[in-house]
């Protein structure tokens, strides 16, 4: 599975839209991209995928570039309950494991 | 409801004294699988089951057995827990794009 690099923290004000960055330089093509998020010690939610095409949900919007190699997570009126650790994945559709990394801490500032 | 129960979900105990940790799925999932979680190392895969009767090791399965005798059902045993063992840890179960979290188990081993 390819690595991803996320930034370690970030802070958004309530109300205002959330865009989380996920570098994935070595994606390969039959890899989708995953969010996951954490909150405090809860067991990790699932949030989005996508493979090559934006996506949205009623949680969150994913936008992956052109080439792939990168995405972003857009959660889109922050709520305080959207404070916690957010995890960009990037695995192959029938490959079940969740390679965890670091993830970034989301803050969310009333 | 969808979901996945684990119990104890806090458990203290004392090195070598064997225990099991349970975790039930009532989606009728085919793929379960035990990570740990520890501050620094995130989220790590300790064994998974693809389906009944099949158990394959994760990342850090040393310490650990699991079994898989009835599909719902994925129990993770610690035959001589050490003090090393002593984390936070999430069943899950899945299909497809979407995985599932049990709300934790925080186990000390003293």
């Known amino acids: 599975d390819a690595k991803t690099t996320q930034p370690p923290s970030m802070d958004c004000a309530e109300g205002r839209a959330a865009n989380l960055p996920c570098n994935h330089s070595t994606i390969s093509g039959n890899e989708y991209v995953y969010w996951y998020r954490q909150i405090h010690s809860q067991g990790p939610q699932y949030i989005i995928h996508?493979?090559?095409n934006n996506e949205t949900n009623e949680m969150a919007s994913l936008i992956i570039t052109e080439d792939r190699k990168s995405s972003t997570l857009i959660l889109p009126h922050a709520t305080l309950r959207d404070t916690a650790v957010y995890y960009c994945i990037v695995k192959d559709f029938g490959n079940e494991k969740l390679t965890f990394g670091t993830g970034t801490r989301l803050t969310i500032i009333p | 409801e969808a979901q996945v129960t684990q119990n104890p979900r806090y458990l203290i105990t004392v090195t070598g004294k064997k225990l099991t940790v349970t975790c039930s799925q009532n989606?009728?999932?085919?793929?379960m699988s035990w990570y740990r979680q520890d501050p620094g190392l995130g989220l790590r895969q300790i064994y998974y089951?693809?389906?009944?009767?099949?158990?394959d090791k994760g990342d850090v399965p040393e310490g650990y057995k699991v079994s898989r005798k009835e599909k719902r059902n994925f129990p993770l045993i610690l035959e001589s827990p050490s003090p090393n063992q002593t984390s936070l840890y999430f069943c899950?179960?899945?299909?497809?794009?979407?995985?599932?979290f049990g709300p934790g188990t925080r186990l000390t081993v003293t």
């Open positions: 089951s693809m389906n009944v009767e099949v158990t």
């Open positions: 996508g493979l090559k």
């Open positions: 989606m009728n999932h085919e793929y």
């Open positions: 899950a179960s899945g299909r497809d794009y979407e995985q599932y």
